[in-house]
């Protein structure tokens, strides 16, 4: 099975806003072609009979109280960020020239 | 002095509580010995001597005010670097999170200081813990102090390391695969991935939610439990805690120490998990020790657990999966890294650039693949059937557990392989994780203990105890009961015979 081909990863790593080189497009698409073809053998017990476990430990709810708690102040919150203004991110621009 | 950081954090508790040492004294001694390994393990990623030696002489003050916060004020501890401390650089061991000072500390952080434990400093770990290694870290590897040639497990590998150096009693890890317990296992020390939900998650930087857990690393069972009980239970934090009390791990550890005894005990041995192809040494050691089990009494059965040879593959799903999504806040906006492109961008290219830049391969890997994996059109075939195979797991364990009180199993496959052996081959290197994974996917509780030496290269073997969900009490009496079976043999601690950092011993005293 040949699934992930370079096209595949360029693809995939620009939904994850990675941007790959070459080289590193062509080694990954050999690697995961290789991991993707190993881990696809769980289809071989996944019947449909069988239902899905998302989480270990079945619970529900885990809300708490809406009571308002300690937060940070927005001077922290943006104490770790590459730009902001002492209150706010600092972003880059949202739109380029085309759009 | 130099003895007593050789002690149990429990001896050096005692130390503390007699008056015979001060806190102090005792991180100070921590410090320097630190100063004197580290350059040549690697344990730590950052060392805040200042703020320690702050934190110990507050906790001095409150013993003489007769206000010790409890029996582990004063006693030195490090942190794992995925778990966020206020005001102390927080990495990941990801150049993407360089130089990110949290605004505020983990949950399990604040117990630690709650208990008065005073912070060393912080642990290396593959980069946001995604590896057996710490070969993944953008900082560099971690040693392991029984050859500096050779790896200290991973992704906890700097808290094993540490703890194995003598440079802190016991450390946090995180275990989402094995992370704490296959450490412990290559470094003969001990680590205990508790029940998921049993710690809080709340400030572990996220690798893959349903999977991950904090727990303990040291080199006796009963510190193991001393710190598991500092870091447990409920918090309103993390909607995944579980909101019930939990018995003393360190009475079920004392309890069990002071038995020696497996009397009655059912003990599952999981055919799946002790494979033909795993390192002869490992094996014999393994077999020699059920057979002294079963003379201190336990009742030996094997157990098998059929779905057990999908873990691997149904976990290299569901992790990259949850990896990929967890993994998008690192954005360029909020912390660390940003990149800016030649000429500049948009936020798009930034972002990309940045994750580029800021992400090591083995991170990349994961994301893409995560994001394959939960891409329209595959979804059900991979990660939809890797949930089935998740549910698969569970009722073999659910199986096994009719059958047994305990599971075990060698915890790793091989003793501590060479640095760069594996690197170059990621598949084999998932394969690593082979024990320990089925654990995470059906989150019951695990812990690795030492039980020797390999015959053929002298290296630690560790041994594997899986307990029902919530039954974290359970593995600790047995663990301790085991350690203490094979204290005669083996000594307080297996890794007092570690021999890796004795030339460097030699020259710096």
Known sequence: MS????????????????????????????????????????????????????????????????????????????????????????????????? | MSDLIRNSAEAQAAALAAGEVSS????QAHLDRIAAVDGAVHAFLAVT?????????????????????????????????????????????????????????????????????????????????????????????????????RIPGGSGGGSSAAVAAFEAPFALGSDTGGSIRQPAAVTGTVGVKPTYGAVSRNGLIALASSLDQIGPAARTVVDAALLHDVIAGHDPLDATSIPEPWPSMTAAAREGRASGSLAGVRVGVVKELNQPGFQAGVKELFQQRLEQLAAAGAEIVEVSAPHFEYAIEAYYLILPAEASSNLARFDSVRFGLRVEPDGGGTIEQVMAATREAGFGPEVKRRIILGTYALSSGYYDAYYGSAQKVRTLIQRDFDAAFEQADVLISPTAPTTAFKIGERIDDPLAMYLNDLTTIPANLAGVPGMSLPIGLAAEDNLPVGLQLLAPAKQDARLYRAGAAIEALLADELGETLVARATGLAAIEGGSN
């Open chain 2, 24 to 27: 102090v004294e005792l991180t």
């Open chain 1, 3 to 99: 699934e992930i081909t370079p096209e595949t990863v360029r693809h995939l790593a620009g939904l994850s806003r990675i941007a790959l080189t070459d080289e590193e497009v062509e080694r990954f698409a050999g690697e995961l072609d290789r991991i993707a073809s190993a881990v696809s053998r769980v289809r071989e017990v996944a019947t449909p009979d069988i239902p899905a476990t998302s989480h270990p430990i079945p619970m529900s709810g885990g809300l708490r109280a809406d009571e308002p708690g300690a937060t940070l102040t927005a001077a922290e919150a943006v104490s770790g960020a590459p730009d902001h203004d002492g209150a706010r991110f600092r972003v880059s621009a949202i739109l380029g020239e085309e759009q």
């Open chain 2, 49 to 149: 001597p200042e703020r320690a030696l702050a934190e110990a002489k507050a906790a001095d003050e409150r013993r003489a005010a007769g206000q010790a916060r409890g029996e582990l004020d004063g006693v030195p501890v490090a942190i794992k670097d995925n778990i966020v401390t206020k005001g102390v650089a927080t990495t990941a061991a990801s150049r993407i999170l360089e130089g990110w000072i949290p605004p505020y500390d983990a949950t399990v952080t604040q117990r630690l200081a709650g208990a008065g434990l005073i912070s060393l400093g912080k642990t290396n770990l593959d980069e946001f813990a995604m590896g057996s290694s710490t070969e993944h870290s953008a900082f560099g590897p971690s040693r392991n102090p029984w050859d500096l040639d």
